[in-house]
């Protein structure tokens, strides 16, 4: 149910922001837009946990961010194993300080839809 709520969500952002967003996997059609990967959302699918470092050339680790760092200049290889460190201690608060303080539930309307 998760991953059908995940997917009718990613397609209702692509809906209504096309040149924004998208839920296509493949890669020239993700160029210049934000991907909402709603794959991810379902028994056995696999996720980079946060601060785990990347198999790629640099040792990229995912790493969570702010809303005030996002924007185009941030890729994906922004930090790595050797400047992680120096972004960590720079910070203010965890960008993450707020999440387990964020409580939100399906409305019963839409879970009931999605069960069909």
Excluded: C, H
Excluded at 23 to 47: Q, W
Excluded at 55 to 81: K, N, Y
């Amino acid at each position: 149910m998760l991953k059908d709520f995940s997917r009718a969500f990613a397609l209702e952002l692509v809906r209504r922001s096309p040149r924004e967003y998208t839920a296509t996997l493949s890669k020239s059609e993700r160029t210049g837009k934000i991907f909402v990967d709603y794959l991810r959302n379902s028994r056995g699918a696999t996720a980079v946990a946060a601060y785990s470092t990347r198999a790629r050339t640099g040792a990229p680790v995912s790493t969570p961010v702010s809303w005030s760092e996002l924007g185009t200049g941030l890729r994906s290889d922004r930090f790595t194993i050797t400047n992680l460190e120096k972004r960590l201690d720079s910070l203010k608060e965890d960008p993450w300080a707020a999440f387990l303080k964020a409580r939100q539930s399906l409305p019963k309307a839409l879970l009931q839809k999605l069960r069909g």
